[in-house]
């Protein structure tokens, strides 16, 4: 479908990919609602379809959330510094210390509360805004830390129903890039993530 932003009007979700960011809204409106979304796949002119497309432009928060998708892939993977007369200097923060160090302890805090998390993930370093849509989004469920070692459990609509997925990620050098492994039902890595700005919506039905 296409949405107008900042930087031109966009194609950033169709139904064959899965209405990604409307499937991860609409799943933590469900469960703000305590009632179990609808197991079928609608049809394009049904309510509940209609509302999943309605939920994927909430989840793009135009314009303010695409500018935040088109910072992060402009930005490095590790932060830019350079040396001078015995001081480190830090000129830009890279997408794992956003992520390791601001983003990640907002995601614990709302974990440890019991809340799901609405997740943007960025998968791409460009410029060019047309990239936008290779973004994606997911449901952050839960989590388990071993030392530095954080394995984030994630509920990917790209993936169905299955609840093995995740994102793995070291968190003890956030000032150079991360590898973040996933298993995600992407065929592009993953750069980082940050909270997305979810406010809740009553799903059909409820």
């Known amino acids: 479908m296409a949405v107008r932003t900042p930087f031109g009007t966009l194609d950033i979700g169709n139904a064959r990919g899965g209405l990604c960011g409307g499937m991860v809204f609409a799943a933590l409106d469900y469960w703000h609602a305590g009632t179990a979304p609808p197991g079928d796949q609608p049809a394009q002119g049904q309510p509940l379809y209609r509302y999943l497309v309605r ?7 135009v314009p303010a ?30 997408l ?17 509360a019991g809340v799901p998390v609405a997740l943007g993930v960025v998968t791409v370093a460009s410029k ?22 954080v394995t ?3 509920y990917d609509p790209n993936r169905g129903l299955r609840d093995d ?8 050098d956030p000032t ?27 799903p059909p039905g409820c």
């Not at 939920?55 to 928060?61: A, I, Q």
């Not at 060019?128 to 070692?149: E, K, S």
């Not at 997925?165 to 003890?172: E, K, L, M």
Request: with cysteine; proline share 5%; aromatic share 14%.
């Open 176 to 202: 150079h890039a991360i590898a973040f492994e996933h298993n995600l039902g992407l065929r592009r890595k993953v750069r980082g993530f940050f909270k997305t700005a979810y406010q809740p919506a009553r």
């Open 96 to 112: 794992a210390w956003r992520t390791a160090q601001v983003q990640w302890p907002q995601i614990v805090d709302d974990l440890d």
């Open 128 to 149: 060019n805004p047309t990239d936008l849509p290779h973004n994606h989004q997911v449901l952050a469920c839960g989590y388990t830390i071993a030392g530095p070692a």
């Open 65 to 94: 959330g695409v500018a935040q998708y088109f910072q992060w892939m402009s930005l490095p993977d590790a932060d830019r510094s350079f040396d001078v007369f015995g001081r480190h200097i830090i000129t830009e923060r890279g």
């Open 165 to 172: 997925i995740f994102i793995r990620f070291d968190t003890s």
């Open 55 to 61: 939920r994927l432009v909430d989840s793009w928060r």
């Open 152 to 154: 984030l459990q994630v």
